[in-house]
Nanobody
Framework: QVQLVESGGGLVQAGGSLRLSCAASLSNFARNAMAWYRQAPGKQRDWVALIDTYGSTNYEDAVKGRFTISRDNAKNTVYLQMDTLKPEDTAVYYC????????WGQGTQVTVSS
C-alpha cells in the first residue's frame, strides 16, 4: 500500500525555521508532481507549495520568499524548508501528489509561537 509519511514538525518561535520531510512509497515517484498542504484548526486543507517532475516550483502567496520546496528522487522524498516562520503558519502539514491524490498521511504538526 502506498504511504506518505511526514516528519520534521515541532514548536518554534516566530522567525525560526523548520525543515519538513515526506517519504513516499511510490514506485514512480520521480514521475509525479508533489505538493505540500496545510490545515489550520477549524480550516480546510490548503495547498502551500508544489514541485513538478522537472523541479519547477510554485508557492502560495503567503509563503513566497519564506518556504522552499525540493525533492530527492533517489530517496523518494520531498522537503519543505520553512524560514521566517509566523504564528499564522501554525497548522498540520501534509504532502501528497498534485494529481490523483493518495490517501493522506498523518501529517506533521507545526506550531509557531509569537
Amino acid at each position: 500500500q502506498v504511504q506518505l509519511v511526514e516528519s520534521g514538525g515541532g514548536l518554534v518561535q516566530a522567525g525560526g525555521s523548520l525543515r519538513l520531510s515526506c517519504a513516499a512509497s511510490l514506485s514512480n515517484f520521480a514521475r509525479n508532481a508533489m505538493a505540500w498542504y496545510r490545515q489550520a484548526p477549524g480550516k480546510q486543507r490548503d495547498w502551500v507549495a508544489l514541485i513538478d517532475t522537472y523541479g519547477s516550483t510554485n508557492y502560495e502567496d503567503a509563503v513566497k520568499g519564506r518556504f522552499t520546496i525540493s525533492r530527492d528522487n533517489a530517496k523518494n522524498t520531498v522537503y519543505l524548508q520553512m524560514d521566517t516562520l509566523k504564528p499564522e503558519d501554525t497548522a498540520v502539514y501534509y504532502c501528497n501528489k498534485v494529481s490523483f491524490q493518495l490517501p493522506w498521511g498523518q501529517g506533521t504538526q507545526v506550531t509557531v509561537s509569537s
